[in-house]
Nanobody
Framework: QVQLVESGGGLVQPGGSLRLSCAAS????????MGWYRQAPGKQRELIAA???????DYVDSVKGRFTISRDNARKTVTLQMNMLKPEDAAVYYC??????????WGQGTQVTVSS
């Protein structure tokens, strides 16, 4: 049973930064492309950043240049550094597999609120 635990969210002012972490347990983490997803109220969950097993990264245009995804295969963690946050970045953030059709059970996510 794979368990994903996201952390690091909180309340931040526009222009601020947050660093999200995701810890995976019970899986061969290193072979999977991993991603960060977010779901805002009333919207579908969307993949916003991904990193392959080899470390190649990709981002949706709305976060490109502001967010950075990274991974530590030895620790089975994925990190999302978020800078220059905007009110529209407010959402619950999740991590999971980023390619193919397989997804592990979703974690509880971590809430990001951007407000002055």
């Amino acid at each position: 049973q794979v368990q994903l635990v996201e952390s690091g969210g909180g309340l931040v002012q526009p222009g601020g930064s947050l660093r999200l972490s995701c810890a995976a347990s019970g899986t061969d983490f290193s072979v999977h492309a991993m991603g960060w997803y977010r779901q805002a109220p009333g919207k579908q969950r969307e993949l916003i950043a991904a990193i392959t097993a080899g470390g190649n990264t990709d981002y949706v245009d709305s976060v490109k240049g502001r967010f950075t995804i990274s991974r530590d295969n030895a620790r089975k963690t994925v990190t999302l550094q978020m800078n220059m946050l905007k009110p529209e970045d407010a959402a619950v953030y999740y991590c999971n597999i980023a390619s193919g059709s397989t997804r592990w059970s979703w974690g509880q996510g971590t809430q990001v609120t951007v407000s002055s």
